[in-house]
């Protein structure tokens, strides 16, 4: 931030020569030192923080695009894993059915021996 000099006994004699008495004019330059002395913003600073949240903002897009790429990367691989996952599990899906239907196969053909030897021991 720039300072700014400001000359009080000036400021008090220009007051007095517009009509103000001493003790108002000694007031006024008071608190307009006072106001003077703090930090206040100047266009350079104001371009400064322009600068810096500009930089900012070119950091983030960066950041954000590396995010989103690796996002998609770790997508992609999820995705993979998910299709293996499904592979395995219809393959052991089909398996699962060639082996109910062998039991069901084999209990038809258990039953239908029991029932014809049941017919030809007349019972």
């Given at each position: 931030m720039t300072t700014m000099t400001f000359d009080k006994l000036a400021y008090?004699?220009?007051?007095?020569?517009?009509g103000f008495a001493e003790p108002q004019a000694r007031a006024m330059a008071d608190g307009l030192d006072q106001a003077l002395r703090e930090e206040?913003?100047?266009?350079?600073?104001?371009?400064a923080l322009r600068n810096d949240i500009d930089l900012l903002r070119v950091e983030f897009k960066n950041d954000f695009g590396?995010?989103?790429?690796e996002f998609r990367a770790e997508l992609v691989g999820v995705k993979g894993e998910m299709g293996?996952?499904?592979?395995?599990?219809?393959?052991s899906a089909k398996t699962d059915k060639?082996?109910?239907?062998?039991?069901?196969v084999m209990l038809i053909v258990g039953q239908t021996a029991v029932f014809t030897a049941l017919k030809l021991l007349g019972h």
């Open positions: 008090i004699d220009r007051l007095k020569a517009a206040v913003a100047t266009k350079s600073d104001v371009a590396m995010l989103r790429s293996g996952l499904k592979g395995e599990l219809l393959a060639v082996d109910f239907l062998k039991w069901v």
